[in-house]
């Protein structure tokens, strides 16, 4: 009787979501931009390689993302392009860009804004995301491992983080969008930054 028990008890206790650690998979995560060129288009650039880690639940609880985007990577399509913008992000001072979030707030179980701060430019600034959570499942192809996969959009004034050259030619406001993939089993690394833009020292 006492297995039975045992049993009948545990069926009735309230199933423990634990919160997940995953590295961010620089290949399979990419972040577009899109600003306004001269009033003609709007200029699209991506970057891979983002490093850092997500911590993640179902229903979001404790979710947490930290990430670094190496913004010297960013292209344009164009090799005259890509210096241009990398002299306007001045990107030999400050190659990457750096978000922690500080909060989660559940739309639904697939919806949620994720708020935190940007560090571009040298300035920090807060920031908010509407993110979509796509799956959370294990990865079809070897070596498969646990992943989840996020896409995201956000928008900014480039002027906040005193990136104000070329206002006649190219717009103020920023589009972001981002498509993550992370991983477990591969380390979870601190979205890290040259000692001069780490904001946790």
Request: some cysteine; proline content about 7%; overall charge neutral.
């Amino acid at each position: 009787m006492r297995p039975r028990l045992l049993l009948a008890a545990s069926l009735l206790l309230p199933v423990v979501a634990i919160a997940e650690d995953f590295a961010i998979d620089p290949v399979h995560t990419r972040v577009m931009v899109a600003v306004e060129h001269a009033g003609f288009s709007r200029a699209l650039g991506t970057v891979s390689g983002s490093s850092g880690r997500v911590t993640f639940e179902e229903g979001w609880r404790n979710a947490r993302v930290e990430v670094a985007i190496p913004l010297d990577r960013l292209d344009f399509g164009d090799a005259d392009w890509n210096r241009a913008v990398q002299r306007l992000l001045d990107s030999a001072r400050t190659p990457s860009a750096r978000f922690v979030s500080d909060r989660v707030t559940p739309r639904d179980a697939t919806h949620a804004e994720i708020c935190g701060t940007l560090r571009l430019h040298g300035i920090d600034r807060p920031l908010c995301m509407e993110a979509t959570l796509n799956a959370l499942k294990r990865h079809p192809m070897p070596p498969f491992r646990r992943t989840l996969g996020v896409s995201a959009t956000a928008r900014l004034d480039r002027f906040d983080y005193g990136i104000d050259d070329w206002p006649g030619v190219i717009g103020r406001d920023v589009e972001i969008r981002i498509e993550l993939e992370a991983s477990r089993g591969i380390g979870a690394p601190r979205a890290d930054l040259p000692p001069d833009e780490d904001t946790t020292k």
